[in-house]
């Protein structure tokens, strides 16, 4: 199509316009015009097709007093080109002095949408207790704690697997292995258990809690709900942060018990203590204290996994992009805020001394 | 005069799983025509639109538009056939994480080696087609009433020039001015483009405005002609369509 193309020829300084002027052709017949020159008039009778693609090629690349021929197809769409073309408004940008505020003020807001959150589901919770739905609390802690078992039990036997397989080396070299034991289990009962059960729980969780909550605040179910006088927060918000409340303790017990586990195996492989030396010392090194301090933080990363979850869920917008992206920020602010509660636990304990 | 047939729909089966939506169905779409199609709720117009945008296959017999069969089409073929129609979906389907004016160009550039200033110039130009203002081009589809997302749809449907357009309850959901407006700016497209418009609705009188209506019922069509003929029609959905209170408003409204 290069050389013998089919769309305009020069003849005594009139430029013929021929064949098929149309969107596929447009691009090969513009590159082709630019070495076109030394032509007084633009004869468009010849064309055979043309659609608005080809009719604004013509408007753009000749002028209007130098066009002439005859032919309905190519005049009306000449004219439907020159009546709707329009020239594109400019994008107001925003400065960066504007962008920064919009960015803190949208942050505070968050801050004061989660607090008036908080605020208004305590209200809802003590009013409209009669609107809880035993039913939902239970299927609940059936869906996010027995469904997570799986998931919670593979991570910890592999975090502990791989603690005692990192510290093997080390302790190796001072010959002393039985403190791998210490290691171990002190490490996961106290910090790993719980902030893997967390992590994990918030990716779960407070993922599906944004979506379903927010879907049923784009299908309008939550206003439905609202104008039958039924709390949607005692409803939705309760069961789920009770739910969590009493799962998450039970979860951090279950990675405990299987990530020490791993951990034995990985003790008695390469460092060779034995499966009951590793439990006698184990019982020895756990205190009641460094067990319990773990535990409880369960609970209290339950409540703001739930928490944030769904209220991330009834900031939804009717918007399709609007479930993925508060779903997104549900997860990320989960996980942030159970890793800060984790170092605030740190730091209290230390001072308390446990 | 024999008019050009676009669209020829012969001896159609089709189903989903045991449930056969369509059977023996023929339909001659001519060029330069809007033709509408009504039909009860669940009689099929919708699957008959997705087989002829080929979205779903048919189990028997032939779509042929523009002179192509639609089954057994490779890749490039079917590129070439998706080219020359145009669709807007009953929910205007805009993708909402671009602006209207780059849904358009989007859909251009995709399509066609084009620059991006003749992009840019042509979607300004579809969006005022579609009777939409200028100033809509930087605006998101979440910013847009339901009137204007339609139209913005309308848009980018037209954006490559198809020599079909489809379009799914174009005016459902409008308020009357805004569904007058829509049938309007569908006529004048006809007119000033010349392309076929095959338009599936339950608004009766957006029927006005076709040149012929199409009546999907008991799996087929029972009626394809001018809308001044449809009393001709024997079939039980249309009597009945038309012996309730709406029907009987509408048929006494298009004869005045």
Same mark, same amino acid.
């Given at each position: 199509?290069?050389?013998? &193309?089919?769309?305009?020829?020069?003849?005594?300084?009139?430029?013929?316009?021929?064949?098929?002027?149309?969107?596929?052709?447009?691009?090969?017949?513009?590159?082709?015009?630019?070495?076109?020159?030394?032509?007084?008039?633009?004869?468009?009778?010849?064309?055979?097709?043309?659609?608005?693609?080809?009719?604004?090629?013509? &408007?753009?690349?000749?002028?209007?007093?130098?066009?002439?021929?005859?032919?309905?197809?190519?005049?009306?769409?000449?004219?439907?080109?020159?009546? &709707?073309?329009?020239?594109?408004?400019?994008?107001?940008?925003?400065?960066?002095?504007?962008?920064?505020?919009?960015?803190?003020?949208?942050?505070?807001?968050?801050?004061?949408?989660?607090?008036?959150?908080?605020?208004?589901?305590?209200?809802?919770?003590?009013?409209k207790i009669s609107d809880f739905e035993f039913g939902i609390f239970v299927k609940d802690i059936q869906n996010m704690g027995v469904g997570a078992i799986g998931i919670?039990?593979?991570?910890?036997f592999l975090i502990g697997l791989v603690i005692a397989y990192q510290s093997a080396a080390q302790l190796r070299q001072f010959g002393a292995n039985i403190f791998i034991?210490?290691?171990?289990?002190?490490?996961?009962?106290?910090?790993?258990?719980?902030?893997?059960?967390?992590?994990?729980?918030?990716?779960?969780?407070?993922?599906?809690?944004?979506?379903?909550?927010?879907?049923?605040?784009?299908?309008?179910?939550?206003?439905?709900?609202?104008?039958?006088?039924?709390?949607?927060?005692?409803?939705?918000?309760?069961?789920?942060?009770?739910?969590?409340?009493?799962?998450m303790p039970l979860l951090i017990v279950f990675a405990d018990i299987v990530g020490i586990f791993g951990g034995m195996i990985i003790s008695n492989l390469i460092l060779?203590?034995?499966?009951?030396?590793?439990?006698?010392?184990?019982?020895?090194?756990?205190?009641?204290?460094?067990?319990?301090?773990?535990?409880?933080?369960?609970?209290?990363?339950?409540?703001?996994?739930?928490?944030?979850?769904?209220?991330?869920?009834?900031?939804?917008?009717?918007?399709?992009?609007?479930?993925?992206? &508060?779903?997104?920020?549900?997860?990320?602010?989960?996980?942030?805020?159970?890793?800060?509660?984790?170092?605030?636990?740190?730091?209290?304990?230390?001072?308390?001394?446990? | 005069?024999?008019?050009?047939?676009?669209?020829?729909?012969?001896?159609?089966?089709?189903?989903?799983?045991?449930?056969?939506?369509?059977?023996?169905?023929?339909?001659?779409?001519?060029?330069?025509?809007?033709?509408?199609?009504?039909?009860?709720?669940?009689?099929?117009?919708?699957?008959?639109?997705?087989?002829?945008?080929?979205?779903?296959?048919?189990?028997?017999?032939?779509?042929?538009?523009?002179?192509?069969?639609?089954?057994?089409?490779?890749?490039?073929?079917?590129?070439?056939?998706?080219?020359?129609?145009?669709?807007?979906?009953?929910?205007?389907?805009?993708?909402?994480?671009?602006?209207?004016?780059?849904?358009?160009?989007?859909?251009?550039?995709?399509?066609?080696?084009?620059?991006?200033?003749?992009?840019?110039?042509?979607?300004?130009?579809?969006?005022?087609?579609?009777?939409?203002?200028?100033?809509?081009? *930087?605006?998101?589809?979440?910013?847009?009433?339901?009137?204007?997302?339609?139209?913005?749809?309308?848009?980018?449907?037209?954006?490559?020039?198809?020599?079909?357009?489809?379009?799914?309850?174009?005016?459902?959901?409008?308020?009357?001015?805004?569904?007058?407006?829509?049938?309007?700016?569908?006529?004048?497209?006809?007119?000033?483009?010349?392309?076929?418009?095959?338009?599936?609705?339950?608004?009766?009188?957006?029927?006005?405005?076709?040149?012929?209506?199409?009546?999907?019922?008991?799996?087929?069509?029972?009626?394809?002609?001018?809308?001044?003929?449809?009393?001709?029609?024997?079939?039980? *959905?249309?009597?009945?369509?038309?012996?309730?209170?709406?029907?009987?408003?509408?048929?006494?409204?298009?004869?005045?």
């Amino acid at each position: 199509m290069d050389q013998n &193309h089919n769309f305009f020829e020069l003849q005594d300084k009139t430029l013929l316009l021929k064949g098929n002027w149309t969107v596929e052709n447009v691009g090969f017949i513009k590159k082709k015009l630019k070495s076109c020159v030394g032509f007084e008039r633009v004869d468009f009778s010849l064309i055979n097709e043309i659609d608005t693609f080809g009719g604004l090629l013509i &408007h753009n690349s000749f002028d209007k007093n130098i066009l002439c021929g005859s032919n309905n197809k190519v005049e009306s769409v000449l004219e439907l080109v020159e009546n &709707h073309l329009s020239t594109l408004p400019p994008l107001k940008k925003k400065s960066l002095l504007l962008r920064f505020s919009n960015y803190l003020e949208n942050k505070i807001q968050d801050y004061v949408y989660f607090l008036n959150f908080l605020g208004k589901s305590t209200i809802e919770f003590i009013s409209k207790i009669s609107d809880f739905e035993f039913g939902i609390f239970v299927k609940d802690i059936q869906n996010m704690g027995v469904g997570a078992i799986g998931i919670v039990g593979v991570l910890s036997f592999l975090i502990g697997l791989v603690i005692a397989y990192q510290s093997a080396a080390q302790l190796r070299q001072f010959g002393a292995n039985i403190f791998i034991v210490d290691l171990v289990s002190i490490s996961i009962v106290r910090e790993l258990g719980p902030l893997i059960v967390a992590i994990i729980v918030s990716g779960r969780s407070a993922s599906s809690y944004t979506a379903s909550i927010g879907l049923m605040k784009v299908q309008e179910e939550i206003d439905t709900l609202d104008t039958m006088g039924i709390s949607a927060y005692t409803l939705l918000v309760l069961p789920r942060i009770l739910s969590l409340f009493i799962v998450m303790p039970l979860l951090i017990v279950f990675a405990d018990i299987v990530g020490i586990f791993g951990g034995m195996i990985i003790s008695n492989l390469i460092l060779n203590v034995g499966y009951l030396e590793f439990i006698d010392r184990a019982s020895r090194v756990l205190t009641i204290k460094s067990f319990l301090s773990g535990i409880i933080k369960g609970p209290v990363f339950g409540v703001v996994i739930a928490l944030i979850g769904t209220s991330e869920g009834f900031k939804v917008e009717k918007k399709t992009e609007s479930i993925g992206f &508060h779903v997104t920020k549900s997860v990320v602010k989960s996980i942030f805020s159970v890793i800060v509660i984790d170092a605030i636990f740190s730091v209290v304990y230390r001072w308390l001394k446990i | 005069m024999a008019k050009d047939i676009i669209i020829k729909i012969r001896n159609l089966k089709s189903s989903y799983k045991d449930l056969v939506i369509h059977e023996n169905l023929n339909l001659d779409v001519y060029k330069g025509e809007i033709l509408a199609i009504i039909g009860g709720s669940g009689s099929g117009k919708t699957t008959l639109l997705k087989e002829m945008i080929l979205l779903k296959e048919q189990k028997e017999g032939s779509i042929i538009i523009d002179g192509i069969d639609t089954k057994h089409l490779n890749f490039k073929q079917k590129q070439a056939l998706k080219n020359k129609i145009g669709v807007m979906f009953q929910s205007a389907a805009l993708f909402n994480s671009l602006s209207v004016g780059e849904n358009i160009v989007y859909v251009i550039k995709k399509r066609y080696n084009i620059d991006d200033d003749v992009a840019k110039n042509m979607s300004m130009l579809k969006i005022k087609l579609a009777g939409l203002d200028e100033s809509v081009y *930087w605006l998101y589809p979440s910013e847009l009433s339901g009137g204007m997302k339609k139209k913005a749809a309308l848009a980018r449907a037209l954006a490559v020039d198809p020599k079909i357009l489809f379009l799914d309850e174009p005016v459902s959901g409008l308020d009357p001015i805004s569904a007058d407006e829509f049938d309007k700016t569908i006529k004048k497209l006809v007119e000033l483009l010349g392309i076929s418009v095959i338009m599936i609705t339950h608004d009766l009188s957006s029927l006005l405005i076709a040149d012929r209506v199409a009546i999907i019922s008991n799996k087929t069509i029972v009626f394809c002609d001018t809308l001044d003929k449809i009393y001709t029609v024997k079939d039980n *959905w249309v009597k009945e369509l038309f012996s309730i209170e709406r029907g009987k408003r509408f048929l006494n409204g298009s004869k005045t």
